[in-house]
């Protein structure tokens, strides 16, 4: 167990749909970064939240859409889903780097998302 | 974000060391050198990051050139749990902090 939980681990839904993905980071850190990962395309930045607030944006559609509440959860939003969607959907999260206790960032185990 | 090159595949017998070389010519000054690897079906996972001297974990070593253009992640004894993809990946201090991963190299041990 890393410590970042996410869930649901799978989902399956249809296209048109939307759905909610949700990750619990690690104690005390602040940062949680999103991430796609498809067969074709890699390991890609969504997103970056701090302390509530967004941080960075990388290939994020505008289908997507996240937040990070005042627990520090955040939840990734996908709305008219496409059968390009389908995806594995990491989260990770950490302290700032600039603190002694980096340690590097903490990836959850991932939602596998299907669209059918 | 600095570009990194990796070779895209490597093979190891396991109980020996493995050097998993990465170039990032145009890292810049304050650009940590972070390593991650991935195992089938789960997360990335850190290894081990630094920013000019040699850095040692109990997971594994890391080589940085003088230049700082190129790095070795060095596994000290490859075990069959060490199969994985790995990542080098130079990462911006202060910002977004953000890790863009690249195609990684995938290493695979053999018994």
């Known amino acids: 167990d890393s410590g970042v939980t996410q869930t649901p681990k799978h989902l399956i839904t249809a296209t048109g749909q939307r759905v909610t993905l949700r990750c619990s980071p690690r104690?005390?850190?602040?940062?949680v970064y999103w991430y796609q990962q498809s067969l074709d395309q890699g390991l890609q930045f969504l997103i970056q939240y701090y302390n509530g607030e967004e941080r960075a944006k990388g290939n994020i559609l505008e289908r997507f859409s996240a937040q990070q509440f005042p627990d520090l959860h955040s939840e990734l939003n996908l709305s008219s889903l496409e059968l390009g969607d389908s995806a594995l959907y990491f989260c990770?999260?950490?302290?700032?780097?600039?603190?002694?206790?980096?340690?590097?960032?903490?990836f959850g185990s991932g939602t596998r998302l299907t669209v059918v | 974000d600095a570009k990194t090159t990796q070779p895209n595949s490597m093979e190891s017998n396991e109980e020996e060391p493995v050097h998993l070389p990465c170039n990032h010519s145009t890292i810049s000054g304050t650009d940590y050198i972070h390593w991650y690897r991935q195992l089938p079906s789960q997360g990335p996972e850190y290894v081990i990051h630094?920013?000019?001297s040699n850095v040692n974990n109990r997971m594994a070593s890391l080589a940085i050139a003088e230049d700082r253009k190129s790095s070795t992640l060095i596994l000290h004894r490859a075990t069959l749990r060490d199969a994985a993809v790995y990542y080098c990946?130079?990462?911006?201090?202060?910002?977004?902090?953000?890790?863009?991963f690249g195609k990684g190299t995938k290493l695979t041990v053999n018994p």
């Open positions: 990946i130079p990462r911006t201090q202060g910002g977004s902090e953000k890790l863009v």
């Open positions: 630094g920013l000019t």
């Open positions: 990770a999260s950490s302290v700032s780097a600039g603190t002694l206790r980096f340690g590097g960032y903490t």
């Open positions: 104690s005390g850190d602040l940062s």
